[in-house]
């Protein structure tokens, strides 16, 4: 028997049994993982899945065969980690309140504070309960084209300038931590840590690890992964440390759609479609980012015989995706299938206007649709009260 084909364009969104639903291929996903864990072999690196970008854990089984463990940024990731995932548990947060640090160490074995403050207020805690700390430092190397994305943007809260650094203040630590990428490659990479290692790299020796951070774009086509092990591998020749690297995006880019059904269509200048999806509620960073997802056998405005403006089904007049040609005309009951809807999608959605969440659907390599979760009333009012 062939192995059907891979890929968000071999969902078939007759096959699905919600609208709508998310759909994550497991065998793309798994595609993705080969990847990391050969660079985990090459390098001689940890890889990290971030929660903050992909945390439908449902796939965590397949994910831990390949990943060393998860890194989280608050108590409930890091228990979410530790429970369905395994393995090594990293957390760091802009600020723990002393409260939500007590917690997180019940589930993690590495803490990264952001301050040298909250070092010397909450490190003796960290310390006590046996975890590995870190202090995020910030190389103030702009790589990131988007400023709400960029963690060296000016005037940023994330991680401690060398302005700012007390090199009397590192006993007790065992690690550094930077980031500074965001869905970027390997040659941002190495910009990045020749301004860090200029910045920080004489208070290396001693500590036991380096953290590179996310924003790896690791299994995107044309990323050159050579270049990655290269960096990683000198790195740890110059230095003897652990390194760790930790994306979310690279884990689950190109792995899962969101499918959704044509509701309506109305007339207000040009026709406008309205879906039982929400760009506000079900995809954020439509409007956030902004960007365009892409939709399977759509084109851009013009480019085919049909346009339309496709909206989302909240009361918001913003909740729009944006305006698509089809070759055919939309109609009633017609399925959507947006691309790329598992990193920064699943983990941003909220029920808005009481809208039901999507349906989380596993292709499996089989071909098989595995409907895993219904989202109900229950999701919305538990939220509230």
């Known amino acids: 028997m062939n192995r059907p084909e891979k890929g968000m364009l071999a969902i078939d ?199 590179f951070g996310g924003g790896h774009h690791i299994t995107r086509p044309g990323y050159d992964v050579e270049l990655l092990v290269r960096l990683v591998s000198s790195f740890k020749a110059r230095y003897g440390v652990d390194v760790y690297l930790e994306p979310g995006e690279a884990i689950a880019i190109r792995t899962g759609v969101l499918v959704s059904t044509v509701l309506d269509v109305v007339h207000n200048g040009m026709p406008v479609a309205i879906l039982d999806t929400s760009a506000t509620a079900h995809m954020p960073d439509t409007l956030e980012m902004p960007y365009r997802p892409d939709i399977v056998g759509a084109g851009l405005p013009g480019e085919k015989a049909h346009t339309y403006r496709l909206g989302g089904l909240t009361c918001l007049a913003g909740d729009v995706i944006g305006d698509y040609s089809f070759d055919q005309p939309l109609k009633e009951g017609d399925r959507i299938v947006l691309l790329d809807m598992s990193h920064y999608t699943m983990v941003k959605t909220t029920t808005f206007n009481g809208v039901r969440l999507p349906s989380l659907v596993l292709r499996q390599p089989d071909g098989r649709y595995e409907l895993v979760r219904r989202f109900g009333y229950e999701s919305y009012r538990d939220r509230l009260g």
Request: with cysteine; proline share 7%.
């Open 13 to 211: 969104p007759a096959q699905v049994p919600d609208s709508p639903s998310w759909v994550i291929d497991m065998a793309a996903l798994e595609d993705n993982l080969k990847i990391l864990a050969a660079v985990q072999r090459d390098a001689g690196c940890k890889i990290l899945l971030a929660l903050k970008g992909f945390a439908t854990w449902p796939t965590f089984p397949l994910v831990k065969q390949y990943l060393a463990g998860a890194t989280a940024s608050s108590p409930h990731e890091a228990e979410l980690a530790r429970e369905k995932l395994g393995g090594e548990v990293h957390c760091y947060a802009p600020a723990f309140s002393e409260e939500d640090l007590r917690e997180v160490l019940r589930f993690s074995d590495h803490v990264v504070f952001n301050s040298f403050s909250q070092w010397r207020r909450l490190g003796p805690i960290a310390l006590a309960a046996g975890a590995s700390c870190g202090l995020r430092v910030n190389p103030e190397q702009r790589e990131v084209a988007v400023e709400l994305y960029d963690p060296c943007a000016p005037n940023s809260r994330l991680g401690v300038t060398i302005a700012e650094f007390q090199p009397d203040a590192l006993q007790g630590l065992e690690g550094l931590h930077f980031h500074a990428l965001c869905e970027l490659g390997s040659d941002s990479l190495e910009r990045v840590l020749l301004a860090f290692e200029q910045k920080f790299g004489k208070f290396i020796p001693g500590l036991k690890w380096v953290n």
